[in-house]
């Protein structure tokens, strides 16, 4: 091929490349883009539940001295292999990870405890007065299969006493997730268990398995393959086959150690003493390696529907510290997901706080006005007048429509006229009436007429709860 072909070909080859590459362009342009699978949006009318939930964790947090701790989202892999445990459908299937540009094996945290631990070794906390106790919110990732309630970025709450083996801590941590589905109205049950210790539980283990290996071949697939690594795990299988045969499990209650008995009686008597409704369930195992001794599960009392989706969960995880090189320190924590609060807060129509409401709209009309308009709302603002505005809008009527869609008390419409008089204009948005006043004076006026309303609702709800006479 001679040099002014090959320049030829090298042409036809750039104009066939630009033409697909144009192609890609014009096509991602067109392209509309959807939610990951798995993911969620939380949208601005959804937030006040989310506020709701957050202001309560918060105010549970002060009145048992919780102190917040804010974790990273990705941490070692291998932090998540040891604590987790290898044979665990999180490690097995559902974590994100992968290695960043450093190659270093990364993963996007699946849940809190394990850097919670991670956090209280690594910056010595050990020496602060024990228990250390940490609360932590936040997204979590694991690589499920999205259904209802539930999704592949997830957000818990999670509390947590560490450095303290007492029973009392026990119960704490449970009074805490009681409290917080109390508070919002939610009707609970604690289903507890003791999963014994690592001196207690082989022992119990092998019981199990000479039990399971009867039934071996009408196990489901998955729990036939946990039968060596993690019979544990077959006590909470979904599966109906597993349910079934399971019902007669012996149970590690029976199995537990002197140490063991008596720390699980000490966590019922002081539930008892509380007054917190709970049920024994021996199929309360929690799936994941690091939890010793006190497991338990929040359940809702039976909703209309019949389904028992289990809120949250948490236990009791003494030799966590030392899997990940700490120390031996005992520990126990809680973690309840909160789209799943929020759903069933939803569902059951339970109350929450409600945004602020406005009393005040701020309208105005022309150039110069709107350049007004931008201070007075600050000076408005800083006078602690609940206050928005339509500085983006033009029209009066579509100020007043937005005005009222708000509920505000009152709109304050400042126009070119009322800039030349140096007044501004009030309109009462219940009534419809307007006044004129003095610029100078507007939040004097302002202030005076919010406190008038004020004073007629509490007169109007005095005389209806006195009843007519
Ligand atoms: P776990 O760490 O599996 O015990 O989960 C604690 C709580 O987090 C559960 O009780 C749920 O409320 C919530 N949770 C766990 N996984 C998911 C998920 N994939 N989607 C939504 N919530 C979840």
Known sequence: MNARNIIFYKLINLKNWMKKEIQIKKEFKKKQFQLVRGMKDILPEEQKYWLHIEDLVRRLADKYSFQRIGMPIVENTELFKRSVGTATDIVEKEMYSFFDKGNENISLRPEFTAGIARAYIEHGMLNLPQPVKLYALGPCFRYDKPQAGRYRQFNQINFEIIGEADAICDAQVILVAYQLYQQINLQVVIQINSIGCPDCRPEYENVLKDYLKK????????????????????????????????????????????????????????????????????????????????????????????????????????????????????????????????????????????????????????????????????????????????????????????????????????????????????????????????????????????????????????????GPT
């Open 215 to 466: 039934y071996r071949s009408k196990l489901s697939e998955v729990s036939g393959k946990r039968l060596s690594k993690n019979p544990l795990r077959i006590l909470d299988s979904k599966e109906k086959d597993d349910q079934e045969i399971v019902k007669d499990a012996p149970q590690q209650v029976d199995y537990l150690c002197e140490g063991c008995r008596e720390h699980f009686i000490q966590v019922l008597e002081y539930l008892d003493e509380l007054e917190i409704p709970y049920a024994l369930n021996s199929k309360v195992v929690r799936g994941l390696d690091y939890y010793t001794r006190t497991t338990f599960e929040i359940w809702p009392v039976e909703g209309e529907d019949g389904r028992m989706v289990e809120l949250g969960g948490g236990g009791r995880y003494d030799g966590l510290a030392e899997l990940i090189g700490g120390r031996p320190t005992p520990a126990v924590g809680f973690a309840s997901g909160v789209e799943r609060l929020v759903s069933l807060i939803k569902e059951r129509k339970a109350p929450v706080k409600e945004p602020e409401s406005l009393d005040i709209f701020l309208a105005q009309l022309g150039i110069e006005a709107r350049k007004r308009a931008i201070t007075l709302f600050e000076e408005l603002y800083e006078a602690d007048i609940k206050v928005t505005e339509g500085l983006a809008r033009r029209g009066l009527k579509a100020q007043l429509e937005l005005a009222n869609k708000l509920g505000v008390k009152y709109t304050l419409i400042l126009g070119q006229k009322e800039l030349i008089d140096g007044t501004i204009m009030i309109r009462d948005m219940e009534g419809g009436i307007q006044e004129v006043v003095d610029a100078k004076k507007v939040i004097l006026e302002v202030k005076k007429r919010l406190e008038k309303a004020r004073v007629n609702v509490n007169e109007l709800n005095k005389v209806s709860a006195i």
